[in-house]
């Protein structure tokens, strides 16, 4: 059966995958209202939303409408799930919920945020969704969105991950995520709660903030800096195009099955070392801008998802080749210098730029 929301409640919006998605929807879905409430961390920028604000906005045709807050708010989700928040938007019938903390590196170096962020943020999200359902009983759907790294670690000649692979994660990141996830599971077997859980490998593209391998290597080599690679560069990752990401989110939130977890990927698993010289060769750098640091700790060495199912029951396919999506990533940074330029000055130096320590 499909869904059809009305009225989309996304957190974490201003974020890269949240602001990507937004568009998405807003560009291919004319008559749905999006919500989009965040935090605005230090990976949370408006500004990547300015075009569609000023499409979608009060000045355009009204229909997205943000909210400056905080997925650990009880009382302000309450009031936003109930429809009370935005006078003028329908009360939200489907959240997808993005907002986290999702920095691995980050996580290294101080877990609790994530703990917090990640566990008891979506708990209270739950939380007030349940409450609402309770006295208003409706069309409803709660899209979670995680991650690959909830799985754990494969060998080279593993088998992918399906939805069926046990959680084994290995960061405080990854594990606060299956943290989160099993709190939906678990809403959805004892409260009936109409949840959803998406699983989605390494996005990459537009607006993605420059902590990231793909952005992060592209605004360094254009300032000639070294790249920094961890370990040997070996570890293995699945990389999908953000655009493909959203479209693969609306199929599950429209005809995905209360309970079901999906796996997203964009069927292009690359060491880390050959997409950074698919970077180097996108802008013309020489190869010896490239250093070895360090591995991370725990550092996982393969992801790969078997996405079998949301293919076949939801009719999704990603339409991004690898080196078509990376020569378009690596062309939005070229054009688009001011956005990450900004993000280097008042943000990422501000707050403590992870892989600058290696340089
Ligand atoms: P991001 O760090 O770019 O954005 C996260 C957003 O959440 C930011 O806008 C931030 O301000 C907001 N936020 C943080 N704490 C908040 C809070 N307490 N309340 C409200 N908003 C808050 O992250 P992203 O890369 O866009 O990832 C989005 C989601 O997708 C995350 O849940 C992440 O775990 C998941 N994911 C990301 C990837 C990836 O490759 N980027 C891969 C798998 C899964």
Same mark, same amino acid.
């Given at each position: 059966?499909?869904?059809? @929301? $009305?009225c989309l409640l996304v957190t &974490?919006? %201003? &974020?890269?995958? &949240? $602001?990507?998605?937004i568009r998405w929807v807003l560009g291919h879905e004319g008559g749905v209202h999006v919500i989009n409430l965040d935090a605005l961390t230090y990976a949370g920028n408006l500004e990547s939303l300015q075009d569609v604000d000023a499409e979608h906005g009060p000045s355009g045709d009204a229909r997205y409408s943000f909210i400056h807050g905080d997925v650990r708010d009880l009382d302000l989700m309450e009031r936003v799930l109930r429809g009370e928040a935005i006078p003028k938007a329908p009360a939200p019938d489907c959240v997808v919920h993005m907002a986290a903390e999702s920095h691995v590196d980050r996580s290294i170096m101080g877990p609790g945020v994530f703990v917090d962020t990640n566990i008891r943020g979506t708990m209270t999200l739950l939380e007030a969704a349940r409450a609402m359902l309770k006295t208003r009983a409706r069309p409803f759907r709660f899209v979670q969105i995680s991650t690959d790294e909830v799985y754990g670690s494969l060998a080279a000649d593993d088998p992918a991950f399906t939805e069926t692979t046990p959680l084994a994660p290995n960061s405080p990141y990854s594990a606060s995520k299956a943290s989160a996830d099993l709190l939906v599971r678990s809403y959805v077997e004892t409260f009936d709660f @109409? %949840?959803?859980i998406t699983r989605c490998s390494n996005n990459y593209g537009p607006y993605q903030f420059p902590e990231k391998l793909i952005p992060l290597m592209i605004t360094r080599a254009l300032a000639d800096q070294p790249l920094p690679v961890y370990?040997? &560069?070996?570890n293995v990752r699945d990389w999908l195009h953000v655009e493909d990401h959203a479209s693969a989110i609306w199929s599950v939130v429209t005809g995905g099955e209360i309970g079901a977890v999906y796996n997203i990927g964009g069927s292009a698993e690359l060491p880390n070392i050959t997409v950074v010289r698919c970077v180097l060769q996108c802008l013309g750098k020489p190869e010896s801008l490239i250093k070895y640091v360090q591995d991370r700790a725990g550092h996982d060495r393969r992801y790969a998802m078997n996405t079998d199912r949301i293919c076949r029951e939801l009719g999704w396919q990603p339409g991004h080749r690898f080196d078509v999506g990376i020569a378009k990533t690596v062309q939005w940074y070229l054009d688009h210098r001011q956005w990450w330029e900004r993000v280097l000055n008042e943000a990422y130096r501000a707050t403590n730029a992870?892989?600058?320590?290696h340089s």
């Open positions: 059966m499909t869904f059809t @929301p $009305s &974490g919006g %201003a &974020g890269f995958i &949240g $602001s990507n998605f @109409p %949840a959803i370990g040997d &560069g070996r992870l892989y600058l320590k």
